[in-house]
């Protein structure tokens, strides 16, 4: 059964420090790893896309790896308004379904 | 990025009355857009895959007389909840792919909050 994970569920920083958000998954004909930012009562905002192990993406203080299991969102030196819940999804190649992990929020206090 | 327009973006409704809330991309066109739910501090549960010109593909567990999904065009789509109750007060949002690459990001709306009283 296709799955995907995230870890920690909730996660507390001091501004400028870094850390990494963890996205698991089995999915079967992968097509796209996908990381969206989501703020309360809006719908998700694209990050990242990543397609093949081994890729990595940046934007700002936000980075993005993918391996053949699990993806990383590393954010360095965070800021404020850096917070927010951070979502992975897999794209699968056999349904053609967005497969959401439960999400990470993040919370970084000045 | 690409836009995809969602609105209204909250409704309150009686308990019995129905809701009709609509999804637009406004820049490209999209032969595929899913609807979403999301209840508080959960992710995202795909309820339905609406293809434009013919029926909507609705997940398991997901009543699709409840649920009525219509996408007349490349760049709308709607979810009509009929005769609701409180039990459909929820976090719904669409999301459209560029038909061009279906591997690519989907975009995602606003979100619709609906309260049922």
């Known amino acids: 059964e296709d799955q995907v994970t995230q870890s920690p569920e909730a996660l507390r920083l001091q501004e400028g420090e870094s850390s990494s958000l963890n996205c698991s998954y089995t999915?079967?004909?992968?097509?796209?790893l996908f990381w969206y930012r989501q703020d309360p009562g809006k719908g998700p905002e694209f990050l990242f896309t990543?397609?093949?192990a081994g890729e990595e993406k940046e934007k700002e203080r936000l980075k993005a790896t993918l391996t053949k299991k699990e993806s990383f969102l590393h954010i360095t030196a965070p800021k404020p308004e850096d917070s927010a819940t951070y979502l992975c999804?897999?794209?699968?190649?056999?349904?053609?379904?967005?497969?959401f992990g439960q999400g990470t929020t993040l919370q970084v206090k000045p | 990025g690409a836009v995809v327009s969602q609105h209204p973006s909250r409704v309150i409704c009686k308990s019995g009355t129905s809701v009709k809330i609509e999804c637009r991309s406004l820049d490209f066109q999209a032969t595929t857009m899913f609807w979403y739910r999301q209840f508080p501090k959960q992710s995202l549960m795909l309820m339905a895959t609406s293809n434009e010109g013919s029926k909507a593909t609705y997940e398991q567990g997901v009543e699709k007389d409840k649920f009525l999904i219509n996408h007349a065009s490349l760049t709308l789509s709607t979810l009509t909840v009929t005769s609701a109750h409180p039990e459909d007060s929820s976090f719904y949002i669409c999301?459209?792919?560029?038909?061009?690459?279906?591997?690519?990001?989907?975009?995602f709306g606003q979100g619709t909050r609906l309260t049922v009283v």
């Open positions: 999301s459209a792919r560029d038909q061009t690459s279906w591997d690519t990001e989907a975009f």
């Open positions: 999915v079967s004909g992968l097509r796209g």
């Open positions: 990543l397609y093949s």
């Open positions: 999804a897999a794209l699968s190649g056999n349904t053609g379904k967005l497969i």
